[in-house]
């Protein structure tokens, strides 16, 4: 497979450092997002990520990984799962986690923002073992008892007592709802 240069430009323009701000995860997604504009052949990915994955590290992230011995890092995924360890160690994961479980809604954020901080909350800590109904359980809990009351009216129910597909869907659909009233307000 041939490596343009200005493919090796974009993915080393989004280098990773391993300094503490920098989110690993974030990183890694954009990654394989970058990769997967190159329109490989299905099963040539791993190979892919390996060759390029040096070129998106820089500073002591990079130094991280070409400390491995040769033949150490036999699979992406053991790589993937070295680089997590390295980079969003179990006390980052543990802090992570109590902002999920502690979220709450702030006196003036309007629905849709909500949903979005609790969302990105999520994505920053993929392995963080809240079931979809344990995320909906402290999400719906979280918000404003009014907010809470409105989901509830919009249910027909409490928003708890239907399936956690079904209320992710209706939290969208409000979310964007709520998003497009925040916006009209702001014209005003």
Known sequence: MEMKPTFL????????AGVDHEDPYTHLSTFCELCGTMGILEGEEEALYFRL?????????KAWLQSHP??????????EE???NRFFPPSRNISAKYDISTFGQGPEEPFCEAWERFKSLLIKCLNHGFE???????????????????MDVVVGRTMMSVDAEQATRIIDAFASTDHLAQHNRQLV
């Open 9 to 16: 430009s974009l993915i080393s323009a989004h280098q990773f």
């Open 53 to 61: 994955f040096i070129f998106s590290l820089t500073g002591k992230a």
């Open 70 to 79: 040769n033949q150490s890092l036999m699979s992406w995924s053991v790589v």
């Open 82 to 84: 070295k680089f997590l």
């Open 132 to 150: 979809d109904v344990a995320q909906l359980s402290i999400f719906c809990n979280s918000l404003r008892p009014e907010t809470k009351m409105i």
